[in-house]
Structure formats: C-alpha cells, structure tokens
C-alpha cells in the first residue's frame, strides 16, 4: 500500500475490507543501502498505519529484505540486523515476504537467515515462490530448509504464490498456500477459484496484489464474486474471504479486528 493512493483506500472499505496485512516487498528498484531499509521499515510500522486508519482499516505489516535484493549478502546481513528492532512495534506480524526468486545460493542463504530471526522472536512466516519455471524447484528447496530446522511449525507459515503445480506440495507438507491474485498475470480469480475446487478450502487463502506494477487492491472481493458465480455458498466464500486469513493471522496475539 506504501506505492498505492488514498483512492485504493475508499474503494476497499467500500467493497467491505476488514484489515490490510501488507509485506515488505520490492520497490520496483534495487535499495542501495540499510538505510534505505530502516526508512522503509519505519513507513510500514509508523506512518502507513496512521493513512489507513484515516479510512477505517487497521494495518498490519510484514518485514523483511525482499528475495530479489537478497544477492547482496552484505546489505541483507545489515538489513536482518535491523529488523529486531522493529518487531515489537504493534502492527508487525512477523517476517516477510522473504522467500527465492531464482533459486541462488545467495537468496537461500539470506531465506535461511530469516527463518532464524522469525524462530528466535517466534513470529508468523510468509514467504515468496519464485516464478514460472523455477517455482517448482524453489517450492521444494524452500519447504527442504523450513523442515531442517525443527523450530519452525508448518501451520504458522504460509508460502505464497502457489499455483496448479505446487499447491499440492505446499499444503502435503503442512504450511498454509497463498494465491495472490493479479488482473492479467500470475494467478487470477478463475485460477485461484480452479484450484478452491481442485484442492479444497483448508489451509488455504487468497490476497490482493498492490504493488508498483499492475495490480488491484479489489482482487479478493472479486474472485468472491467469481465463486458466486459459479454456485458456491456464502458460506464457502467467507470461509476463503474472511475466516481462513484470520485463523492463520490470529496466531499471532498482535492481528485483533476491531468489533
């Protein structure tokens, strides 16, 4: 949301969103430094929480140094050295989106060192799957080192960006799958709905890309339209909507809705 206006705002609370959980993410650029980070870390933790809460959604955040800057072993390093700092400020939920963008040993070193930081402070995981033909590969080198390290508990880490080929993988092992969905590229609404249908509702959840690039913050409430339309139950789609993003996000004490 720190790359969106305040119209995105309106339009959610309008189409009824209840909470932005919002990952540190890329900025469409390479930092060149931590100060950078801190910066950045500081926009998640203080001031975008104070812009949403002007439309009347609370905001939460995830922290991290985004896998596609993560071949800089020197600045990541730096980076995860500030993050401690910031993980008692109220709306942080945890580390991520950390994660592999072309399988390197430079972003799995870094992935690792992230997953030590969140298993020290025992905060929630969410993690980025590299894309097209390296997300099968990076699937399992990522799921191979969270279970080497017997800190870590499958049901409070969610790995993102499945598709038809991996979510299987994911949920097998335990973890939560996520769909983030785009308009026209990655995982849309009738892919993320296919896969509701192929591979059930347990454990898993859909979210709205809003980045830099092309995106819609509406795309939540619009796979629910697409479930409508092809019969499902309100029911079903508050489940996916609603429920299973705040079973996963309540495991951490700091996710509490306002009545």
């Not at 591979?199 to 619009?222: H, K, T, Y």
Request: hydrophobic residues 40%; negative net charge.
């Amino acid at each position: 949301m720190v790359s969106r206006t305040t119209d995105d705002y309106l339009a959610m609370v309008t189409a009824g969103c209840q909470a932005v959980c919002e990952p540190a993410f890329w900025a469409g650029f390479d930092r060149k430094s931590v100060d950078g980070f801190y910066d950045y870390f500081c926009q998640l933790t203080e001031h975008e929480p104070k812009r949403s809460a002007k439309f009347g959604l609370p905001h939460f955040c995830w922290l991290c140094i985004n896998p596609k800057e993560s071949e800089d072993l020197k600045l990541a390093a730096e980076v995860i050295d500030i993050i401690p700092q910031f993980l008692d400020r109220p709306n942080v939920l945890g580390i991520g989106e950390i994660g592999l963008n072309k399988n390197s040993r430079n972003e799995l070193a870094v992935f690792e060192r992230h997953v030590d930081v969140a298993a020290r402070h025992d905060k929630l995981i969410l993690i980025h799957t590299p894309h097209l033909e390296d997300k099968l590969k990076g699937t399992r080198l990522i799921i191979d080192a969270l279970k080497s390290d017997k800190r870590i508990k499958p049901e409070r880490v969610i790995i993102d960006h499945v598709e038809e080929h991996t979510i299987q993988l994911v949920l097998d092992a335990g973890f939560w799958a996520g769909m983030t969905l785009y308009p026209e590229s990655k995982c849309t609404a009738a892919r993320a709905v296919d896969m509701i249908e192929n591979f059930g509702r347990e454990r898993i959840w859909m979210n709205s890309a809003c980045d830099w690039g092309v995106s819609v913050p509406l795309a939540v409430p619009r796979a629910a339209l697409e479930m409508r339309q092809r019969g499902h139950t309100v029911e079903a789609v508050e489940q996916m909507i609603y429920h299973n993003p705040i079973k996963f996000l309540k495991q951490s004490g700091k996710f509490v809705l306002p009545h």
